[in-house]
Every structure is written in C-alpha cells, then in structure tokens.
C-alpha cells in the first residue's frame, strides 16, 4: 500500500518513550486518513470503469442488432442443421425402401423431386414409413412428430426440386368461397371420393380414402402431390385459391352435423334408399298382414 506509516514498529524504538503516545497516535492516525480518502476515490474510479464497461457492452450489443446482416445466414444454417437431421431420419427409417441417396430400390419409388409437400403428405397422415407391402398405403396415426416431419421433409427436398409444404391458414379458410369450393369439388374429386367425401373402391384392391380426416393442409398437399392413383392436380388446373376454397369445402362438410337425424354414414342414396323400403315399406306389409290376420271371414 503506501511507505510513509508502514513504521509504526520502528517508530517506538526511535523516540522517547513519555511522547510514544501522541507519536503513536499520529502514524497510527496517518494511515487511516489517506485510506479513506484513496478508497472513495478507488472505487468511484472502479465504479466509472465498470460504467464503462456497461455503456460500451450495451452500445456493442445497440450497434449489432443493428448493423449485422439479418435472417439469411441464420436461417440457412437452420435449413442445413434440418436438412442433416432429416438424413439422419432418413437413413434410419426410410433408406431401407427408397435407397441411400432417396434414388428408390426394388421395394420404393425415388424420392428425387417429389418435394417436400409428398413427405409432409405421406409422412403425417402415417402413411410413410409403410408397414408392409400393399396395394395402397393405409392412413395410420403418424409416428413422426412435426419438426422430425419438416426435418424428413427438408432432406427429401433437398435431393432436388417437387412441390414446398403449402401454407394454408384459418384466415384463408374462412376467406375461401365455399360454393366455388364445392363446385371444384363435385366436378374433379366426387369421382372417387363420393360426393360427401365418404371415400370408394376403385379398381385393383385399391380404394379413394374417406376425407374425414384430412386436414386443409394435407387436402391441399394431396392435390398437388397425387398421391398413388390420384392425380395431380398442378397450380395450373385448380390455383392456389382453388386449392384452399377445395380444402375448406371438405373441412365444412367434415365439421357440418347432419341435420336430417341419422346420417346413414353420409352414404348417400343408397343406404337411405335401401332404410326406406326395408323400414318403411316392410312396416306398412306388416300393418297389412296384421289387419288381414284380425279379419273374421
Ligand atoms: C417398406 C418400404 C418403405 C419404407 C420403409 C418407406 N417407404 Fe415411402 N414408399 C414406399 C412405397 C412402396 C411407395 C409407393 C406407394 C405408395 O405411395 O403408397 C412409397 C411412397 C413414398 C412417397 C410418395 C412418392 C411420390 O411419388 O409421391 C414418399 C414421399 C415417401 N414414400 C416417403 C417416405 C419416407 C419419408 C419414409 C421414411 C419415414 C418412407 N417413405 C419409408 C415404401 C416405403
Ligand atoms: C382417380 C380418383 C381420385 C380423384 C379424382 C381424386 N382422388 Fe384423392 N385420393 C385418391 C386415392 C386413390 C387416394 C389414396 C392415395 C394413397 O393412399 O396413397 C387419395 C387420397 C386423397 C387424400 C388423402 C386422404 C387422407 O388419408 O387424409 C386427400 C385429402 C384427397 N385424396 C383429396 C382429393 C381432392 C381434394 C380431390 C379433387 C381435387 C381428389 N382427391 C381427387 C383418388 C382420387
């Protein structure tokens, strides 16, 4: 610390012993006062330095968020760190069937430019992985969570090219035009859905599923992708508002309770058809035979 008080041991030794006290007194006094005065100023000195410090972190951190380059490098290292854990997905559970590099083998197609819309399409409505082989791939609860399914998704696109993951929001399902949805609807898809979107068999043990459980976003997907024998339904034939008015059609009919009572499974004519000779015309020979079975002849 400092030299001038640092004797008070010699200082005895040195003087009188009748004038020790107030020459005691004095050094002992000495070094107090100047530590008090130093260690104010001391830490005010510490205190400003460390203001500095903050000030000068603060105005980095100022001056970064608004000088460093936004979004794109970020964000394409976000799509590589997806796209190498949707290999690693890949490698595992799909490779198998449609070879290392998604080039297909014996038992899968190639995946190379089926875009990111056929994995999201098939792999959330659990259709991908496929559990065995079939005519068709059955809808199962999807064992993949979202970001496993957007990683998947990313590495497949990544192969090159095909359809992006449509966005489809309440926003632009409310805005659609119901009545142009339902008019797409009946002419492109009733076909083979049936016309309350209750499904059918098509030829060769395969069928056109039940959309009761399609979201807008797989609805879309499943236009745009062609999934087996469905055809594609590109941006040229239904736009992207098509689209969007096609899958909130579905939605309202899926949501829609059946006014009418029973809804016979949404079959149709048929079982309504075949309720009412069964029920109503069976009835009526029964009241018949009834009152013949009463008369007294
Ligand atoms: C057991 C074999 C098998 C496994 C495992 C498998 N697939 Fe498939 N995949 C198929 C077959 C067969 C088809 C074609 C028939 C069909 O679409 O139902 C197909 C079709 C697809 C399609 C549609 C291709 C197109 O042309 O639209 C995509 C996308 C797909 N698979 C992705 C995946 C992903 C992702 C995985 C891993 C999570 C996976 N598959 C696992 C056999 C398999
Ligand atoms: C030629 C018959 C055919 C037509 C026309 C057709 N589809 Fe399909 N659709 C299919 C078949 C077959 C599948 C099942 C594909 C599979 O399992 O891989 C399917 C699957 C779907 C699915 C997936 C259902 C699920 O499991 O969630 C949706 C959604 C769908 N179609 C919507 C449509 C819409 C919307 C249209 C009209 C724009 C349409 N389809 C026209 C045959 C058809």
């Known amino acids: 610390m400092t030299e001038t008080p640092d004797t008070p041991s010699d200082m005895p030794s040195e003087t009188p012993s009748d004038s020790a006290p107030s020459e005691l007194a004095a050094p002992v006094a000495a070094p107090k006062r100047p530590a008090r005065k130093r260690g104010p100023s001391a830490r005010r000195r510490r205190r400003s330095s460390a203001l ?20 794109n490098a970020t964000q394409t290292a976000d799509a590589n760190e997806a796209v190498r854990q949707g290999r690693a997905l890949y490698m595992q559970g799909c490779s198998t069937c449609h070879g290392l590099g998604g080039g297909g083998s014996t038992t899968g197609p190639s995946l190379v430019g089926v875009g990111a819309a056929a994995v999201d399409f098939q792999v959330s409505t659990g259709r991908m992985p496929l559990a065995a082989p079939a005519a068709q791939a059955d809808r199962k609860p999807p064992i ?95 736009s992207e508002e098509d689209a969007v008015a096609v899958a909130a059609f579905i939605k309202h009919m899926n949501e829609t309770a059946s006014p009418g009572g029973f809804s016979l499974g949404k079959y149709g004519p048929v079982p309504e058809g075949l309720l009412a000779m069964l029920v109503g015309i069976g009835g009526l020979l029964a009241v018949c035979l009834w009152i013949g079975a009463r008369q007294k002849v």
Request: with cysteine; net charge negative.
């Open 52 to 71: 500095v410090l903050v000030f000068g972190l603060l105005a980095t951190g100022v001056l970064w968020t608004m000088l460093a380059p936004t979004g």
């Open 144 to 238: 993949y969570s979202a970001t496993q399914i957007d990683q998947l998704a990313a590495f497949v696109a990544s192969l090159g090219g095909g359809p992006e993951v449509p966005k489809v929001d309440d926003k632009s399902l409310s805005d659609a035009d119901l009545a142009h949805g339902g008019e797409l609807y009946r002419a492109n898809c009733a076909q083979c859905h049936n016309a309350s979107g209750q499904g059918a068999p098509l030829t060769y043990g395969k069928f056109a599923p039940s959309l009761s459980e399609s979201t807008p976003k797989q609805i879309v997907e499943a236009m745009r992708t062609g999934p087996e024998s469905m055809p594609v339904f590109g941006d040229r034939q239904l």
